[in-house]
């Protein structure tokens, strides 16, 4: 049996199909308009007819959403999808109900989170031990909407 070399000229297209292919599961368009998009592909590999985004991919969908991360040995709360220029309440609960941080910030853009983004730093130590004993939410005034909650672990001193 003998293997015949692929063509150059296919590496391209495959790439870019499989480009478009991830693109389009990374922003959660359905498969069927993923396989219309392909098949109405010129030979070229490029779309033969420019589709209007579907509405809504602005914003996550669900809504608020908020992260965790550390910066600089402390806890740091990350969100999107907030009304951009708009006040935001971000507040560091126990899970007893006990207010261990508190702050407010403003939405802003950034590329990479949908609607406005918002980034506060708390005063809290990070990273602790394992374990949740704690949660973050968001309040976005403009819309009168809390986040859903974020479980956190607060580090608690143990003298």
Aim: proline share 8%; aromatic share 8%; charged share 15%.
């Amino acid at each position: 049996m003998h293997a015949f070399p692929r063509s150059a000229s296919r590496r391209p297209r495959r790439c870019a199909v499989t480009a478009t292919a991830l693109a389009v599961v990374g922003l959660g368009v359905s498969p069927m308009s993923t396989a219309t998009a392909i098949a109405d592909a010129s030979p070229a590999g490029r779309p033969s007819q420019v589709q209007s985004m579907p509405a809504g991919l602005d914003k996550a969908p669900g809504g608020l959403y908020l992260f965790q991360y550390t910066y600089r040995n402390h806890l740091k709360i990350g969100g999107g999808n907030f009304t951009l220029g708009g006040k935001v309440y971000v507040v560091v609960k126990f899970n007893s109900g006990q207010i261990r941080y508190q702050g407010t910030v403003t939405a802003k853009t950034n590329s990479g989170v949908p609607g406005g983004a918002v980034y506060l730093e708390t005063n809290i130590s990070s990273p602790c031990a394992p374990g949740n004993n704690g949660y973050a939410r968001a309040y976005d005034h403009s819309t009168e909407t809390w986040s859903p909650r974020l479980p956190v672990a607060i580090c608690v001193r143990i003298d």
